[in-house]
């Protein structure tokens, strides 16, 4: 079982820049692939960034691609997502998640290979 936290999210304008960071609980935390969803009012939640179970590969929706970056640190049991250069699009609810599939290699970019997820931490950028 992982239980994941998420933090570091409010209020930003456009432009500026966030770090959001997921702790997690669980002896397979370092073993799995993670990511991050986000969902804003309205719209389903979407993929935004994932990273394998080493930390060596990751992946990003075409949106974010170039502003944010995903990273983690498997001793410390955490997932960031450092986001720079925010759009007022980019407000949404992100969620960090941790997948069911183990010493993936790839990072995993689907919604229903997700097993676990956080309660969430709210973004806003203002324009």
């Known amino acids: 079982q992982v239980q994941l936290v998420e933090s570091g999210g409010g209020l930003v304008e456009a432009g500026g820049s966030l770090r959001l960071s997921c702790a997690a609980s669980g002896r397979t935390f370092g073993t799995l692939a993670l990511g991050w969803f986000r969902q804003a009012p309205g719209k389903e939640r979407e993929f935004v960034a994932a990273?394998?179970?080493?930390?060596?590969?990751?992946r990003y929706a075409d949106s974010v691609k170039g502003r944010f970056t995903i990273s983690r640190d498997n001793a410390k049991n955490t997932v960031d997502l450092q986001m720079v250069s925010l759009k007022p699009e980019d407000s949404a609810v992100y969620y960090c998640a941790a997948s069911r599939v183990a010493y993936s290699l790839v990072p995993i970019t689907t919604r229903h290979n997700y097993a676990y997820w956080g309660q969430g931490t709210q973004v806003t950028v203002s324009s």
């Open positions: 990273i394998n179970w080493s930390g060596s590969s990751t």
